[in-house]
């Protein structure tokens, strides 16, 4: 399987947000909408798949449902969608790369956050209530089980714990970058992503899907969810700017000006968008991940 080195990773990381922190309005709306959908997808079909296994199974069952969630990242990398959490190391990459402003990342982090909420939510009433997927019998108990686990943990806890997610996720991604087929970035997602859910890492996408579908069915109340989301939310963010995004930028920022400069001795006569706008293509067919 192909691949790219960590340089060129970060490179192409920039270039995804740019193109993130750049995207019409209409696409915003519509691929947040589906990155909250596939995101909840994947915690659903967790759910549907744990839910009645036995209590002796222990830690394995975790392990089982943690191995099936990484169907909503590969969704969204590879068919297409907007993910908070993705965006908040790759636009963060951008921006510290100076491709983008402040205010470019802070309105992509809103939309996004609106419309993966809206996402959400859409999974959470129609297929967890009104098809009954997680309001009966032992998916009601692991759903309310999920959401219970995410709401005991305090401010730092869930900001801890949101750090160590957005760390994973935002590798996941990273390395999905670095894949140049569908299998190697199936690969690169899976692993990361199957590893801070068994761990129980609080993921800010995901509790709008989990927390959510346990308060239709009657359990805790929305006061819990906005006390849950606002250190998760920063954790998030912390994880995915800080241990994804800045780490990288130091270890790479030289290297990458350096392949720039390159580049741009190889074609003096392309200076961003050439005469036969060739950059402006290519920025385009770098695809939805």
């Known amino acids: 399987m192909a691949y790219h080195p960590p340089y060129k990773i970060a490179q ?39 839910a009645s296994l036995p209590d002796e199974w222990g830690t394995l069952s975790s392990l089982i449902g ?21 965006n908040m190391m790759a636009v963060s990459m951008a921006y510290l790369s100076k491709k983008i402003s402040l205010g470019l990342l802070l309105k992509n982090w809103f939309w996004i956050t609106l419309f993966n ?25 692991k759903t309310v089980a999920f959401a219970g686990g995410k709401l005991e943990h305090g401010f730092l806890s869930s900001l ?32 990361p992503i199957m590893a801070f859910v068994a761990i129980g890492f609080q993921h800010v996408v995901a509790n709008m899907f989990v927390i959510p579908a ?26 995915g700017t800080v241990f994804v995004s800045v780490f990288y930028w130091i270890a790479y920022h030289g290297k990458m000006d350096a392949e720039t400069q390159k580049e741009t001795r190889k074609r003096p006569n392309q200076s961003g968008t050439n005469r036969h706008g060739l950059a402006r293509v290519g920025l385009r067919r770098q695809g939805n991940e």
């Open 214 to 239: 346990a308060i239709f069915s009657g359990y805790y109340s929305w006061t819990d969810f906005f006390e849950n989301f606002i250190p998760v939310f920063i954790g998030n963010a912390i994880g």
């Open 12 to 50: 192409l990381t920039v270039e995804h947000g740019q193109k993130k922190a750049n995207l019409p309005f209409s696409s915003v709306l519509v691929l947040g909408f589906l990155g909250g959908a596939f995101i909840s997808l994947g915690y659903l079909l967790d759910i549907r798949v744990v």
């Open 160 to 191: 801890v714990s949101a750090i160590g997610c957005n760390w994973l996720v935002g590798l996941a991604v990273w390395l999905a970058y670095g894949a140049e087929d569908i299998g190697g970035k199936i690969l690169a997602i899976w692993f």
């Open 66 to 86: 943690a191995a099936v969630f990484p169907v909503g990242l590969i969704l969204i990398i590879i068919a297409g969608g907007e993910l908070l959490t993705g």
């Open 117 to 141: 909420f809206i996402g959400a939510l859409f999974v959470a009433y129609f297929f967890g209530q009104v098809a009954e997927l997680t309001s009966s019998g032992p998916y009601l108990d």
